[in-house]
């Protein structure tokens, strides 16, 4: 456990919308909750996606995600539970086991595949889509594995755990910081009746997944597999979460970029011209050879 710093929050941001997710297939057939879905990208920028998977069914699971790519954005792949094989283009290859994290930048491009290590038991975890920005879109690539004892972690005088992938929680700091989106990732185990305060700066963009038990925002209730969209209310500092029963959930935040977003599938650039670039760059195979580890 990591030290750490008690901020309060004076005035709490409201809940501005509940989202249920939809269910969707991905890569080779695994059974994903989309939670974060490309309607939402103007409204929770920086943050692209948000997918959600979860089952102790191996068919659900098992085929994983073959060699993809990736062009213009950064990748945070959080596993709850299970075992991942990753596996890149550039010759790097990793194990994201029990609590671990992968952030992987994918600048110009990276092709990688994401497998299943396991033939049963539960697989469970999240995987965040973060943009980048214009001038950092086609920088070199960079990944980098954390396992599950090196994401700091704290817990607060109410009892609750806390694990900090990425940004600053009370006072302490977590496994990754990216100056420009400046997102807060927190995972956070709060026991049944307690709460929880996060200090946000008031122009960010936030919200809550619940993915164990129930919370309540500002007096309503997030069950499990809901994500709450933080209100962007003037004088705000921060968000205060209690828990109806013992849960768990994720609250991410970031600063928005407020740039065109052009997507195809596993590109996110800024304009069309862009994306077909990126489009002719894999056909090509000039994508993918050199993320940095």
């Known amino acids: 456990m990591t030290d750490q710093v008690t901020h ?11 989202i249920q997710g939809q269910a969707v297939m ?37 085929a994983g995600f073959p060699s993809h790519p990736h062009r213009g954005f950064e990748t945070v792949t959080y596993m709850i539970e299970g075992r991942m094989r990753h596996k890149d283009s550039a010759g790097n290859e990793g194990l994201l086991t029990n609590g671990g994290v992968q952030w992987m930048t994918a600048g110009r491009g990276v092709i990688h595949s994401e497998m299943p290590e396991q033939e049963d038991g539960v697989m469970e975890g999240f ?8 001038k950092d879109k086609m920088r070199a690539p960079w990944y980098r594995d954390f396992n599950g004892a090196e994401v700091p972690v704290f817990e607060t005088a109410a009892g609750a755990k806390v694990k900090v992938i990425a940004g600053r929680s009370h006072g302490v700091d977590g496994a990754v910081q990216r100056e420009v989106t400046e997102p807060l990732y927190i995972d956070v185990d709060l026991p049944a009746g307690a709460t929880f305060e996060q200090q946000l ?29 933080l209100a ?32 195809y599938g596993p590109f996110v650039m800024n304009t069309q011209a862009e994306l077909h670039a990126a489009v002719d760059d894999f056909r090509a195979g000039k994508l993918g050879e050199e993320a940095q580890a």
Do not use: C
């Open 26 to 62: 991905d890569g080779a057939g695994v059974k994903i909750n989309r939670v974060l879905t490309q309607t939402l990208q103007r409204r929770l920028d920086p943050f692209l996606m948000l997918d959600n998977f979860g089952s102790d069914k191996a068919n659900d699971y098992i």
């Open 201 to 229: 700066p008031e122009g960010h963009n936030a919200f809550v997944f619940t993915y164990r038990g129930s919370v309540t925002i500002d007096g309503k209730a997030v069950a499990t597999g809901r994500m709450a969209i």
């Open 8 to 18: 309060h929050v004076t005035a709490a941001r409201s809940v501005e919308r509940i």
């Open 127 to 134: 995987q965040l889509w973060l943009n980048l920005p214009a």
């Open 232 to 263: 962007n209310t003037k004088g705000t500092d921060g968000v205060t979460i209690t828990a109806s029963e013992a849960s768990r959930f994720i609250l991410i935040a970031g600063q928005p970029l407020n740039e065109p977003i052009a997507q």
